[in-house]
């Protein structure tokens, strides 16, 4: 998929996970037994994602800059991983960078568990980490069922579909024998479903906020 789509994909997804939590603070406030429960939740996790940081353990004047770094920090793991395209919004500036092919490393599995790790060893980044990993994780995720097809292992050759390397247009890609074809990497068909993707996230999003927005 393509960066623009990548993009569009995740920034509807984000819009939805910043509007639920946001949802559920106001419903508890209005007493809601079950946004009450969902906020107990939310405050183990965001004191786990936070606790090095000044916003860590409570809503303090802190959050919006800790909110704005892991917003950026989202949107850069929605591109980074086609950093290995020396076509791609970030990669046409990483040329000199030996990656290896399209599809290869900077998808695979491995990147995300080097990112699971730094965010669970390294507290004092966890907020801008695991929101780098959870971008990284959703673009990976996306580009899945493109006809390329993913070597989540690779360069190992494990699991059912074999991997090979197929020059297109210049650049190397990794692709995938079998699995799912849904898509080709810059058709009318992929940015049909990042269009129609982003509308269904942000329109539930907006759905979640409406009350806040009434209430305000």
Known sequence: ?????????????????????VRVLHEAGLGQAWAVRLERVMDVALGWLCAPWPAGGGWTPAWPWTALGAAAAFLLGTVAPDVDNPRSLVGRHFRWLPLGPHGGLTHSLWVLIGLAAVVVLVPVARPLTASLWLGWALHVLVDRPS??????????????????????????????????????????????????????????????????????
């Open 147 to 216: 006809r390329s097809g993913w070597a989540p292992w690779w360069p190992l050759n494990l699991g059912r579909h074999r991997w090979r390397i197929v020059d297109m247009g210049g650049v190397d890609v990794v692709v995938v024998d079998g699995g799912a074809r849904l898509y080709r990497v810059g058709s009318g068909l992929e940015t049909a479903l990042a269009l129609l993707s982003s509308a269904v996230t942000g329109s539930l999003a907006v759905w979640l906020a409406l009350p806040v927005l009434r209430g305000a």
């Open 1 to 21: 998929m393509l960066s623009r789509d990548h993009l569009l994909v995740n920034i509807g997804v984000g819009s939805l996970l910043v509007a639920g939590p």
